[in-house]
Nanobody, 123 residues
Framework: QVQLVESGGGLVRAGGSLRLSCTAT????????MGWFRQVPGKEREFVAAVNYNGGSIEYADFVQDRFIISKDNAKNTVYLQMDSLKPEDSAVYYCAAVHSYVVVTNNGYDYWGQGTQVTVSS
């Protein structure tokens, strides 16, 4: 099993930056792919970015438009989401997720989820 702890959310102005982090613990944490999702009230949770278990492959949602970077520190079992040029429409609760898979997973088929961290971008 895997436990996920997220941090890094906050309030920023449009055009600003935030870096989210998510640390995975548990016996299978080192062999899990990880991803970031976000959700706002009244909408379904949507995919943001993901990385495979060893950090060698990544995928981004189309709306990212080169503004975000996902990375994984394998030694620390920690995944990061560096978000630059933030827009008000990026405001959401961001969730970290982990999955037992060798390939990048870009849907909701994850095994474990974090508690979420709030990101608010003011205009």
């Amino acid at each position: 099993q895997v436990q996920l702890v997220e941090s890094g959310g906050g309030l920023v102005r449009a055009g600003g930056s935030l870096r989210l982090s998510c640390t995975a613990t548990g016996r299978t944490a080192s062999t899990s792919g990880m991803g970031w999702f976000r959700q706002v009230p009244g909408k379904e949770r949507e995919f943001v970015a993901a990385v495979n278990y060893n950090g060698g492959s990544i995928e981004y949602a189309d709306f990212v438009q080169d503004r975000f970077i996902i990375s994984k520190d394998n030694a620390k079992n920690t995944v990061y989401l560096q978000m630059d040029s933030l827009k008000p429409e990026d405001s959401a609760v961001y969730y970290c997720a982990a999955v037992h898979s060798y390939v990048v997973v870009t849907n909701n088929g994850y095994d474990y989820w974090g508690q979420g961290t709030q990101v608010t971008v003011s205009s």
